[in-house]
T-cell receptor, first 112, second 116 residues
Framework: GQQLNQSPQSMFIQEGEDVSMNCTSS?????WLWYKQDPGEGPVLLIALYKAGELTSNGRLTAQFGITRKDSFLNISASIPSDVGIYFCVMNYGGSQGNLIFGKGTKLSVKP | GAVVSQHPSRVICKSGTSVKIECRSL??????MFWYRQFPKKSLMLMAT?????????EQGVEKDKFLINHASLTLSTLTVTSAHPEDSSFYIC????????????FGPGTRLTVT
């Protein structure tokens, strides 16, 4: 079946530092989505990527869809305490909304 | 736009009782909604796809008689956990998309179910 490998599993950084996390897939896929989940809340969509090689920014966040369509990274620049949370990479592997596979998440902790 | 709400946010019930969780799309119509389950420190796992006006589609290993899904309108889907047991305690999250493409899903805030 489809598998997503997300790394790192957790990160402990100082406020102001840049962060990078990535996901790789065993298969080619059509869509990459990056979500953030705060404790006790549902995931919130951060960035959506639809084309191989696409580089998209959302404020301090930047994500890219790998050329091979098997990987993606998410960068956060100049981290702040509210960046704390779990970041999930999610891929859509089929032709409908429901065909989503979630990575295991990267837990980010930011020390003020 | 694309706001999804859930009710209740937290519920505690006794073993053997049933619990209903509502998922609403507030500013768009959703012919399809999705129900996920999340255990502590784990990722989201899709339980079922809720289809307006027809039967839900369940993922492998999810008991359809245990988790009843009703999608009565284009803005409301309900998940009923029947005869709940402590192992059903979990975080249940619904999602919906406001358009067929691109495939972006918007998630509700989740419902914490605790079965005692």
């Amino acid at each position: 079946g489809q598998q997503l490998n997300q790394s790192p599993q957790s990160m402990f950084i100082q406020e102001g530092e840049d962060v990078s996390m990535n996901c790789t897939s065993s298969s080619i896929f059509n869509t990459w989505l990056w979500y953030k989940q705060d404790p006790g809340e549902g995931p919130v969509l951060l960035i959506a990527l639809y084309k191989a090689g696409e580089l998209t920014s959302n404020g301090r966040l930047t994500a890219q869809f790998g050329i091979t369509r098997k990987d993606s990274f998410l960068n956060i620049s100049a981290s702040i305490p509210s960046d704390v949370g779990i970041y999930f990479c999610v891929m859509n592997y089929g032709g409908s909304q429901g065909n989503l596979i979630f990575g295991k998440g990267t837990k980010l902790s930011v020390k003020p | 736009g694309a706001v999804v709400s859930q009710h209740p946010s937290r519920v505690i019930c006794k073993s053997g009782t049933s619990v209903k969780i509502e998922c609403r799309s507030l500013d768009f119509q959703a012919t399809t909604m999705f129900w996920y389950r999340q255990f502590p420190k784990k990722s989201l796992m899709l339980m079922a796809t809720s289809n307006e006006g027809s039967k839900a589609t369940y993922e492998q290993g999810v008991e359809k008689d245990k988790f009843l899904i009703n999608h009565a309108s284009l803005t409301l889907s309900t998940l009923t956990v029947t005869s709940a047991h402590p192992e059903d305690s979990s975080f249940y999250i619904c999602s919906a998309g406001d358009r067929p493409y691109p495939y972006e899903q918007y998630f509700g805030p989740g419902t914490r179910l605790t079965v005692t």
